[in-house]
């Protein structure tokens, strides 16, 4: 054995080159509900893994080859089970399971990465063109067609889950009153927010067709203080009368003059002493790490937009001070790479 073999960085280098190939497989196991299937069959055999998939026995040798390769499926003495991992991510019937997200990521961010190459030095999203439409960033393209907007914030929703709680959690948040969620999406930031503070009201702004998507998927007991504002980041105002203006996941795809003026635009919606939330991916300051906000960063540049990064907090720290913000702070080291950076406006 040489000693790159027993080296760490060898070990994951491994794991990620093959990693596309067992990545479908893991999808291909969702698709077939081998998961569920395991979960609530443990010890199954590979005959009954075989009614149950409908599976040719030679494709299913080869998907169970895959999956125990990846150990979130285990062999024992002919019998399979899932990992507890497996149970947790991938089987249970919850918002935050990654089952939809992975399936969104074969669909709308993987096809992407192949262009890599060719967007980095074009310095721009070239595997757009996959998607037809007028507009120079993904989220333009699939406003053009209801059932993609739909699909997409499908994919992205279980992460919103997960992610959010690092933002609720943080106390920044639990005095806002009126809250603004810009590019809130289908809602679920603001679903969980207004549980959250059963006093808050929140406005969600996004883009006409994902705001009819929203707002099908509020509940009825939050119709009185979630509401819907459709419009445009960059080309209209926010509505003003709130307290709060929280960036969720939607400065990232943009650059530092762009997230200016949407920051400066926020501080004018605002009453003095009123807090501006940028939350999302944030890359340690010093740029060294993060397997999410790596491949964050990557899919928004091959395909979502120009400029694009999971920021590091002291970037949204500059930018609120150039855009106005009297008092500025940063929480790091949130779960799952995530930053939460406040401002207040004087
Ligand atoms: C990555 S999603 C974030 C969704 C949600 N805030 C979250 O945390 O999961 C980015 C959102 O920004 C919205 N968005 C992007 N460009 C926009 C624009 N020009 N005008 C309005 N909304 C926009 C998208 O429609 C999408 O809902």
Request: overall charge negative; charged content about 25%; proline content about 6%.
């Amino acid at each position: 054995m040489t000693a790159s073999q027993n080296d760490r960085v060898y070990e994951r280098f491994q794991l990620i080159v093959n990693g596309p190939a067992l990545f479908n497989a893991i999808v291909t196991g969702l698709e077939l509900d081998v998961f569920r299937h395991l979960r609530d069959n443990p010890d199954a055999d590979f005959e009954q893994l075989r009614l149950f998939t409908g599976l040719p026995a030679h494709s299913l040798r080869v998907l169970l080859l895959a999956l125990t390769a990846t150990e979130l499926v285990t062999k024992r003495d002919g019998r399979y089970r899932n990992s507890a991992v497996a149970d947790e991510t991938l089987a249970e019937e919850r918002p935050d399971s990654w089952r939809e997200t992975l399936i969104g990521w074969r669909r709308f961010q993987y096809p992407a990465f192949p262009h890599a190459t060719s967007a980095l030095r074009a310095g721009r999203n070239t595997a757009l063109e996959a998607f037809p439409g007028a507009g120079d960033t993904l989220y333009a393209r699939l406003a053009h067609d209801p059932r993609l907007v739909a699909a997409y914030h499908d994919s992205i929703a279980p992460f919103t889950h997960l992610f959010v709680t690092g933002l609720l959690d943080n106390p920044e948040l639990s005095s806002v009153r009126h809250l603004l969620d810009v590019g809130g999406g289908d809602g679920t930031t603001a679903i969980r927010f207004a549980r959250r503070f059963p006093e808050a009201e929140v406005t969600i702004f996004d883009m006409p067709a994902v705001a009819e998507h929203a707002e099908v998927a509020v509940p009825a007991d939050l119709a009185d203080r979630i509401r819907l504002h459709p419009g445009d980041l960059f080309t209209d105002e926010f509505p003003e009368g709130v307290d709060g203006v929280l960036f969720s996941h939607v400065l990232e795809p943009f650059g530092a003059r762009q997230n200016v003026e949407l920051l400066t635009k926020a501080l004018r919606a605002l009453p003095s002493g009123g807090r501006i939330f940028a939350y999302g991916l944030t890359a340690p300051d010093d740029e060294d790490g993060g397997l999410l906000a790596a491949r964050l960063s990557l899919y928004l540049n091959v395909l979502v937009s120009v400029g694009g990064l999971a920021h590091p907090a002291k970037d949204y720290e500059r930018w609120l001070w150039e855009a106005g913000a009297a008092g500025v702070k940063s929480f790091t080291g949130l779960p799952y790479e995530h930053g939460l950076v406040v401002g207040t406006k004087g």
